[in-house]
């Protein structure tokens, strides 16, 4: 193993401006304060002149001391205590979703300068609408609040996409172990019939959850699985057309596999209400173009709910009907929202009937999608591969021609556009800063010359949400290689999501970046100052990954960071706002205690989550691993 720690002190010291303390919070207190002094004045009159009007002489001429009025200072909104249910990570909930600006939109991210044309079309007969206004409006509000019970839901765990990982987790002795293989996942061919789709791919991320009792009894669970109180399922959607789901404990199947029986390599959904509901999508077109979309199922019995191939609206990419992205639910609109890779955003009214604890679930989808094209752009390319992440009624996404959008997704009108410097894939993360909501986002290296090898610069980007104002920008230097088709290219720069610290990094946003080296050598994580997008520390790799870094906390707030890379290795890193060190790297194996136990063929290029001490990430040889963090 030639992979060896190296730690660059920062170039710049630590700067934190000072905080507001609320906006408006000293007029309040003063219109209170004037408010309580003249009514105790009034109050104060009309019981003296009362009683010396029906005192005794003797009464009256006592003397009456003045008032003395104090005034009581605010009581402070208390906290509410954590729940089990809710993620430790994101405690307490500080979002204010704040949707007011006094500031207009930035001149270079408005959407008319380029021509924009956008269209809204609703119903089984596709009609257009002109001046569209959602029914039941969206909104989302603070992450915490994203899922019903304990558990990582979607992509990058909830509507910011700023968490895949779950509760405390403890860090003992530095070291790790890996506790659990399950090695069952297979291949199947890809539609253009010269590879195979294998394993689990990016991003596959799997999602966790605890479900209770109830709700588990009316499962199509194992025996053991339904009666194990502290079940926390892991569901995986893997590229050979299977959904598997595993007990995190032991990593033993919990139920039969769900047989969509086409590749999917994207992270699937759970339904943030809490209800048995699963969505997914497909990567590919293996499955025969007739059938080529999304899906949602019941994880009552694992039959299949609903299906939607978008192929039969005017689509700018109608010949490419992927949904790699990971969907959002708003619960309290009944709302699926999900882009997909034909270029319309598509939203679902779902109309879902459930209640807890029966064995049934209906749905009655109505689908409303938007699309959009500027005159600088190519029809053929306007797809998402990113997921969306929404702040309040505001969703953002990236799209294959190098658009950081903006979109309302009540009004279904673009709200601002930045264009990247290059193409990306990365799901934007949302930060809201003294109330401001900022998108942290990266590109690759794909479109900054011809074909071959080169070097070019990874961009990265922080954006107010509200306005889309480039605040900072800045660059890393990463390898790719361009071939004569998109099968054979294999490009660095921004392949993972970006960290958004908290508690210890509260300070940092961490953004990976793939090949730094060479081509297929070298990967590195760099912490960026929040306020000044300058350079804090970084961490070097030899190995690339494209697979997401995932940072974890224990109580005390100390964070960590973990990310697997393409030969199987798992790093550990402690994080603080200035520094960062190695603690432990772990190799990990296949067929752990038999003859045929070995190390290679594996390759993190899914995405990990944490649960706790344990950490879950696929291989896209087909294993999928269990580690003990603490």
Known sequence: MNDR?????????????????????????????VLFVVLTTVLAVVYFKKHKDGKAPDEAKVSQPSAVISVASPTPTPVPPLT??????LYPGTATINMETDEGIDPKAKPEARHLTESVFAGEDRSLQTDYKRAAPIYFDDPINYGMYAGIYTFRGNNFRNCASFGYTTISDG?????????????????????????????????????PQAIKNTMNLYDNAKAKQDLVEVIIAACDGKIYFLDMDTGEQTRDPIKVGVSIKGTPALDPRGYPILYVGQCDNNGGSAIFGMYIYSLIDGKQLYHYDGGDDSAYRANWRAFDSSPIIDAESDTLIWPCENGIIYTFELHT?????????????????????????????????????????????????????????????????????????????????????????????????????????????????????????????????????????????????????KNSISNLVIFP???????????????????????????????????????????????????????????????????????????????????????????????PVVYGNRMIIGTTGGSVFGIDLG
């Open 5 to 33: 720690e190296q730690y660059i002190e920062p170039d710049n010291s630590y700067y934190k401006p000072s905080r507001d303390p609320g906006e408006g919070t000293v007029a309040l207190v003063v219109i209170m304060t």
């Open 513 to 607: 970046f793939s090949m730094t080296k060479g081509l297929m050598s070298g990967n590195k994580l760099v912490a960026y100052d929040k306020d000044r997008g300058t350079k804090v520390w970084e961490y070097d790799m030899n190995i690339y990954s494209y697979s997401s870094p995932v940072d974890c906390y224990d109580k005390s707030g100390q964070a960590y960071i973990v990310i697997g890379d393409s030969i199987g290795q798992i790093h550990l890193v402690s994080a603080d706002s200035s520094a960062c060190k190695r603690l432990t790297y772990l190799q990990c194996s296949r067929n752990i205690g038999t003859k045929n136990a070995t190390t290679s063929g594996l390759n993190f290029e899914a995405s």
């Open 84 to 89: 089990e249910d809710q993620n430790a990570v």
């Open 353 to 501: 009937n459930y209640a807890p604890g029966i064995n049934d679930i209906t749905l009655e989808p109505e689908r409303v999608g938007y699309k959009y094209i500027f005159d600088d752009n190519s029809g053929s390319h306007m797809g998402v591969e990113s997921s969306i992440s929404v702040y309040g009624n505001y969703g953002y996404y990236v799209d294959n021609t190098s658009n950081l959008v903006c979109l309302d997704l009540n009004t279904m009108k673009m709200v601002w556009c930045v264009v990247l410097g290059d193409d990306s894939d990365v799901t934007p993360a949302i930060s809201e800063e003294n109330g401001i909501p900022y998108v942290y986002v990266g590109t690759e290296v794909d479109n900054q010359s011809g074909t071959g090898q080169y070097c070019g610069a990874a961009y990265v980007y922080k954006v107010n949400g509200l306005t889309g104002e480039v605040i900072w920008q800045t660059s890393e230097p990463c390898y790719t290689y361009n071939g004569e088709t998109s099968e054979t290219d294999q490009n660095g720069g921004c392949f993972g999501n970006p960290i958004i610290g």
């Open 175 to 211: 070291t790790i172990k890996q506790v659990w293989e399950f090695k069952d996942i297979g291949k199947l061919l890809a539609s253009t019939l010269n590879f195979e789709w294998s394993g689990v791919r990016w991003t596959g991320q799997p999602i966790v959850i605890k479900w």
